[in-house]
């Protein structure tokens, strides 16, 4: 489950494996990855749950799996291998992981939740990738001089767990074995199609592949 990056002058900012599961109802936006093929989910059960100072019981949520996610940070996790950190931070609060939904092999198009839009994928959701590539230029001009700056980045098959999503193509996730051999880590990944402005400076963004979030599921 490698995966490769290649950065063309300067390294991605704050930077970030493969699904093919039935996406939520609704047109993905344009700016965002194609979303995956058909799976079917398998059925909740109960909620897995934590004590609360009244005695009840306060079921875990994305925030959870995403607070565990960022524990790791800088650290191994399990073999190291991308799949990993999603597993073991699902399992830790009781959610549902890949094993629920089918047979894990090494080049499987997992599934970690229900299928959500890209563009609405919030903390703690994961996201699948297959082949995914990005290609992003800056293009900023000035009185004296015009400069380019272009990135590129690839996720041929991955893994990550989303800490923020900006709506606007870019969402910052934490992943590991990227590039390979690396620690959990907090990266963005553009993820747009087509040009936008900002004052001086204009941004071509073009990603292909296909990219799924999932919505975690209690056991």
């Known amino acids: 489950m490698a995966i490769g990056t290649s950065v063309a002058t300067a390294p991605v900012q704050s930077v970030g494996q493969a699904g093919r599961p039935t996406p939520s109802p609704g047109a993905t936006p344009a700016q965002f990855a194609s979303q995956a093929a058909n799976r079917t989910l398998g059925a909740s059960t109960n909620p897995a749950a934590v004590p609360t100072s009244g005695g009840a019981a306060a079921p875990k949520t994305g925030q959870d ?16 291998e991308c799949f990993d950190l999603a597993d073991e931070a699902l399992k830790k609060n009781g959610m549902k992981t890949a094993s629920d939904y089918g047979q894990v092999t090494p080049e499987g198009d997992y599934q ?26 800056q293009k900023t001009e000035t009185d004296t001089e015009t400069r380019t700056r272009t990135e590129t980045a690839s996720r041929p098959h991955h893994t990550a767990v989303v800490v923020a999503n900006d709506g ?13 051999g690396s ?12 040009t936008t402005e900002d004052g001086n400076t204009t941004t071509t963004q073009k990603t292909e592949g296909t990219i799924q979030a999932y919505r975690p599921e209690p056991k």
């Open 168 to 180: 606007q193509g870019n969402i910052t996730v934490l992943e590991q074995n990227a590039p390979p």
């Open 112 to 137: 970690w939740g229900k299928p959500v839009e890209l563009n609405e994928s919030k903390p703690g959701d994961v996201l699948q990738f297959r082949d995914y590539s990005n290609e992003t230029t």
């Open 65 to 80: 799996v995403l607070d565990y996610a960022k524990s790791k940070t800088g650290k191994k996790v399990g073999r190291g």
């Open 183 to 194: 620690k959990v880590t907090q990266r963005v990944l553009h993820m747009g199609n087509g």
